[in-house]
């Protein structure tokens, strides 16, 4: 958890809200302030508002099929192709589609026309070499012109495709090659990761050591050039040499079913085996295109930079999907968006004249904490921002706005999932008042409720379950290989057949305040029992959070010698100032013991440079909590900053 001027459960006072300004209500894709109402009177029909941004072979009669939850079906006798309406429809404007700001200096840039021909190229090599239809491919790529292009290709022949984040290891790559029984893998030799060359080719080698199948053939995309050579086995492929063997090769886009799979996403596994989460080709595209165009605000002659990595659900929907099928350009950058110092970020936003900038809360913390908040870079480009993935604090939302958006454009702070597939909680820029610290309502035509354990709405301002009451077009259709499971972990908890009532729950805790606006609260299955009393770590991280000086903290419950369940909480503190970290420890379990009662031991305190995170910003407290109880540690692969699990061990061992 992370500091905010609010108290968890929102007792310190309504934020101050601030309106959207007259320019930009002027200008906004959206500004009908009745638009939630008429979306709930006409639904499900409101939906077509967002099928109809999509160029369909075969219009839908149906617009929802609710015959057999929580199996949903939308525009189910619909057929469209994907990737001609992220590039075929456009190709005539001529646009630029891509721009590409590489490692190490290296710019790309291709229009609708040039994307075109490559993925063109791309998908007759892929049928060549066997692909068909509904065959999963796998893609191990970094954020290269290739990822989206290999997206785009599979789309194109209507092969689903499996983005594994490049950063993972040779284990998760295994993994999720088999789970989805994907026998074509799409990669590289090599890339370059704060200027070290990471050999991305020798994991893949590993990673085929492992899987049960036969994975058939493998196209290695040659990132680092003359300088690291590779050896390619015969049913290997050199991505450059296949290109040009089909270039000027036209595919015709196959036509799919909505329902058909788009692609797998596998969750970033902050808990249990990763899930693969099966999207649809028309529900999908059509509420990420619309989300897009009505929540970032975008059109055609827009240029947007959403800064997060392809291999997560954020990039695949805003910096892949939606702004493509509006025909927009999208930027695509390299480096990891929190990594390079701030002057690079807005000399990239002032070059490219942004318009849209979208990045990960924690992104914005990260720049927050190592920059001032003045700059020589034009900036004025930037019409909107957005942030997403964790709640933003009033704090940073300000900063946020006040540095990249002269404290004058519009921020959205949207809340959404992997398994929602687009943005589902977010003001409409154009329409909404602004509440920095609570995402917003619901968007138009979502029915999302704050429920106790029983399922029933809670009072305005308390906390509760957050759970969505009514399916929505881009929705996760199912986790792949695992319909039982889908309904375990997501609808068994709040619906009940019986009554045919069906609720989806999220995950996370929230609550609504009497304006509607939800905040956000973070996951509810972070629970510790401590002395029989089951606590969300989110009460006792909000009380430590209170002391000065703390940055960031997570808790999670560790045993002491006795073996009874204690508090661990890792702590942050600011950096420029002299901490006196003896005074900040002391006050850290007074804080637990105000939070637990008096009777509980107060646990352990530990000071750290830094928490492990997911690529995505996430706090892994599975990973704190076999730190803590001197578990073997599960898979780590998903970690952003491995070398900060030795820096716990050793102040853990300090203590
Ligand atoms: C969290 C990312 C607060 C939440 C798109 C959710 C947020 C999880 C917000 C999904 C937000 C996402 N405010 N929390 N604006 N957006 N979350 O699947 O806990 O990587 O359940 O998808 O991120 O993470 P995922």
């Given at each position: 958890?992370?500091?905010?001027?609010l108290g968890w459960d929102g007792s310190s006072g309504d934020p101050a809200a601030i309106e959207?300004?007259?320019?930009?209500?002027?200008?906004?894709?959206?500004?009908?302030?009745?638009?939630?109402?008429?979306?709930?009177?006409?639904?499900?029909?409101?939906?077509?508002?967002?099928?109809?941004?999509?160029?369909?072979?075969?219009?839908?009669?149906?617009?929802?099929?609710?015959?057999?939850?929580?199996?949903?079906?939308?525009?189910?006798?619909?057929?469209?192709?994907?990737?001609?309406?992220?590039?075929?429809?456009?190709?005539?404007?001529?646009?630029?589609?891509?721009?590409?700001?590489?490692?190490?200096?290296?710019?790309?840039?291709?229009?609708?026309?040039?994307?075109?021909?490559?993925?063109?190229?791309?998908?007759?090599?892929?049928?060549?070499?066997?692909?068909?239809?509904?065959?999963?491919?796998?893609?191990?790529?970094?954020?290269?012109?290739?990822?989206?292009?290999?997206?785009?290709?599979?789309?194109?022949?209507?092969?689903?495709?499996?983005?594994?984040?490049?950063?993972?290891?040779?284990?998760?790559?295994?993994?999720?090659?088999?789970?989805?029984?994907?026998?074509?893998?799409?990669?590289?030799?090599?890339?370059?990761?704060?200027?070290?060359?990471?050999?991305?080719?020798?994991?893949?080698?590993?990673?085929?050591?492992?899987?049960?199948?036969?994975?058939?053939?493998?196209?290695?995309?040659?990132?680092?050039?003359?300088?690291?050579?590779?050896?390619?086995?015969?049913?290997?492929?050199?991505?450059?040499?296949l290109i040009d063997s089909f270039t000027g090769t036209e595919v015709n886009p196959v036509s799919?079913?909505?329902?058909?799979?788009?692609?797998?996403?596998?969750?970033?596994?902050?808990?249990?085996?990763?899930?693969?989460?099966?999207?649809?080709?028309?529900?999908?595209?059509?509420?990420?295109?619309?989300?897009?165009?009505?929540?970032?605000?975008?059109?055609?002659?827009?240029?947007?930079?959403?800064?997060?990595?392809?291999?997560?659900?954020?990039?695949?929907?805003?910096?892949?999907?939606?702004?493509?099928?509006?025909?927009?350009?999208?930027?695509?950058?390299?480096?990891?968006?929190?990594?390079?110092?701030?002057?690079?970020?807005?000399?990239?936003?002032?070059?490219?004249?942004?318009?849209?900038?979208?990045?990960?809360?924690?992104?914005?913390?990260?720049?927050?904490?190592?920059?001032?908040?003045?700059?020589?870079?034009?900036?004025?480009?930037?019409?909107?921002?957005?942030?997403?993935?964790?709640?933003?604090?009033?704090?940073?939302?300000?900063?946020?706005?006040?540095?990249?958006?002269?404290?004058?454009?519009?921020?959205?702070?949207?809340?959404?999932?992997?398994?929602?597939?687009?943005?589902?909680?977010?003001?409409?820029?154009?329409?909404?008042?602004?509440?920095?610290?609570?995402?917003?309502?619901?968007?138009?035509?979502?029915?999302?409720?704050?429920?106790?354990?029983?399922?029933?709405?809670?009072?305005?301002?308390?906390?509760?379950?957050?759970?969505?009451?009514?399916?929505?077009?881009?929705?996760?259709?199912?986790?792949?290989?695992?319909?039982?499971?889908?309904?375990?972990?997501?609808?068994?908890?709040?619906?009940?057949?019986?009554?045919?009532?069906?609720?989806?729950?999220?995950?996370?805790?929230?609550?609504?305040?009497?304006?509607?606006?939800?905040?956000?609260?973070?996951?509810?299955?972070?629970?510790?029992?401590?002395?029989?009393?089951?606590?969300?770590?989110?009460?006792?991280?909000?009380?430590?959070?209170?002391?000065?000086?703390?940055?960031?903290?997570?808790?999670?419950?560790?045993?002491?010698?006795?073996?009874?369940?204690?508090?661990?909480?890792?702590?942050?503190?600011?950096?420029?100032?002299?901490?006196?970290?003896?005074?900040?420890?002391?006050?850290?379990?007074?804080?637990?013991?105000?939070?637990?009662?008096?009777?509980?031991?107060?646990?352990?305190?530990?000071?750290?440079?830094?928490?492990?995170?997911?690529?995505?910003?996430?706090?892994?407290?599975?990973?704190?909590?076999?730190?803590?109880?001197?578990?073997?540690?599960?898979?780590?692969?998903?970690?952003?900053?491995?070398?900060?699990?030795?820096?716990?061990?050793?102040?853990?061992?300090?203590?």
């Amino acid at each position: 958890m992370v500091k905010t001027n609010l108290g968890w459960d929102g007792s310190s006072g309504d934020p101050a809200a601030i309106e959207p300004s007259e320019w930009f209500q002027a200008q906004a894709n959206i500004n009908q302030s009745d638009i939630r109402t008429s979306f709930n009177q006409s639904w499900p029909e409101c939906w077509t508002e967002a099928a109809d941004l999509l160029d369909w072979n075969t219009v839908y009669e149906t617009i929802l099929d609710d015959s057999n939850p929580p199996f949903y079906r939308w525009f189910p006798d619909g057929e469209l192709n994907a990737c001609y309406n992220c590039i075929d429809r456009h190709v005539d404007a001529d646009n630029v589609a891509i721009e590409w700001i590489g490692n190490l200096g290296k710019t790309r840039s291709y229009t609708y026309s040039e994307l075109y021909d490559e993925v063109n190229a791309l998908a007759a090599a892929l049928s060549n070499l066997g692909v068909s239809e509904d065959d999963v491919v796998t893609i191990y790529l970094p954020v290269v012109p290739e990822l989206p292009i290999a997206m785009l290709a599979c789309a194109r022949i209507g092969a689903p495709h499996s983005v594994v984040f490049a950063g993972f290891s040779a284990d998760a790559l295994a993994t999720r090659l088999d789970a989805a029984s994907s026998e074509y893998l799409i990669t590289c030799d090599g890339f370059y990761r704060r200027g070290d060359a990471i050999n991305q080719k020798r994991r893949v080698d590993d990673a085929l050591l492992q899987v049960d199948h036969s994975v058939d053939e493998t196209i290695v995309v040659d990132r680092l050039g003359d300088e690291y050579p590779h050896a390619l086995h015969d049913n290997e492929h050199d991505y450059e040499r296949l290109i040009d063997s089909f270039t000027g090769t036209e595919v015709n886009p196959v036509s799919r079913s909505a329902e058909d799979m788009l692609f797998l996403m596998y969750t970033s596994g902050t808990t249990g085996k990763p899930k693969g989460v099966r999207h649809s080709t028309g529900g999908y595209l059509a509420q990420t295109a619309w989300t897009t165009q009505a929540v970032l605000d975008l059109d055609s002659s827009d240029t947007i930079w959403t800064a997060a990595d392809i291999g997560w659900i954020t990039g695949h929907s805003y910096t892949v999907y939606g702004p493509l099928a509006l025909g927009a350009t999208t930027v695509l950058y390299e480096g990891a968006p929190d990594t390079p110092d701030r002057e690079h970020i807005e000399s990239v936003i002032d070059e490219y004249d942004i318009n849209v900038f979208y990045t990960s809360a924690t992104a914005i913390r990260s720049m927050m904490k190592r920059h001032p908040p003045d700059t020589d870079y034009d900036l004025s480009s930037i019409r909107l921002l957005g942030t997403v993935g964790e709640p933003i604090g009033s704090d940073a939302w300000h900063w946020y706005r006040q540095t990249f958006g002269d404290g004058e454009t519009p921020v959205v702070d949207t809340w959404w999932q992997t398994e929602t597939g687009s943005i589902m909680i977010s003001t409409l820029p154009g329409v909404d008042t602004m509440k920095p610290g609570a995402a917003g309502p619901p968007l138009p035509g979502n029915d999302i409720q704050v429920v106790d354990p029983d399922g029933n709405p809670v009072d305005t301002g308390q906390a509760g379950y957050l759970t969505v009451n009514r399916p929505w077009p881009s929705m996760a259709r199912t986790v792949h290989g695992g319909d039982d499971r889908f309904i375990e972990e997501y609808w068994q908890r709040f619906s009940d057949p019986d009554t045919d009532t069906w609720a989806y729950f999220t995950g996370d805790g929230a609550q609504y305040d009497d304006e509607g606006y939800i905040r956000l609260l973070g996951r509810v299955d972070d629970v510790i029992n401590v002395s029989s009393r089951r606590l969300r770590t989110v009460e006792i991280e909000s009380q430590i959070l209170d002391i000065e000086g703390v940055t960031e903290t997570a808790v999670v419950g560790g045993r002491d010698e006795a073996g009874r369940t204690v508090v661990f909480a890792y702590v942050t503190t600011e950096q420029d100032r002299k901490i006196d970290k003896e005074h900040i420890r002391e006050q850290v379990k007074q804080g637990i013991q105000d939070a637990v009662g008096e009777l509980a031991h107060p646990g352990q305190v530990i000071i750290t440079p830094d928490l492990p995170k997911t690529r995505s910003g996430k706090i892994m407290r599975r990973l704190l909590e076999d730190i803590s109880n001197d578990n073997e540690y599960g898979d780590t692969s998903a970690l952003r900053n491995p070398e900060i699990v030795g820096e716990i061990e050793s102040a853990l061992s300090e203590k």
